[in-house]
């Protein structure tokens, strides 16, 4: 999935949260207006337990970055 208009309205603090979320970083650590802007984007995603995961779309954002 290469979409190059989502890659480029996020912004290096989006990018950053996305980075840290795959590597596991609570949810405290990314500022919730970032938060709140990847959810609605669908990149990423909260589990049963409240924790951040990346979605599909958000897993294959990254890897072709």
């Known amino acids: 999935m290469n979409n190059p208009v989502l890659k480029d309205t996020l912004i290096g603090e989006e ?8 590597l ?3 949810a405290a650590a990314i500022p919730r207006s970032v ?6 984007l669908d990149l990423i995603t ?6 951040l995961m990346l ?3 958000g ?3 990254i890897e072709i970055d």
């Open 15 to 22: 990018w950053m949260a996305l980075r840290q979320i795959a």
């Open 24 to 26: 596991g970083v609570k």
């Open 35 to 40: 938060r709140t802007r990847l959810e609605v």
């Open 46 to 51: 909260r589990d049963d337990y409240g924790h």
């Open 55 to 57: 979605t599909e779309k």
């Open 59 to 61: 897993r294959r954002l």
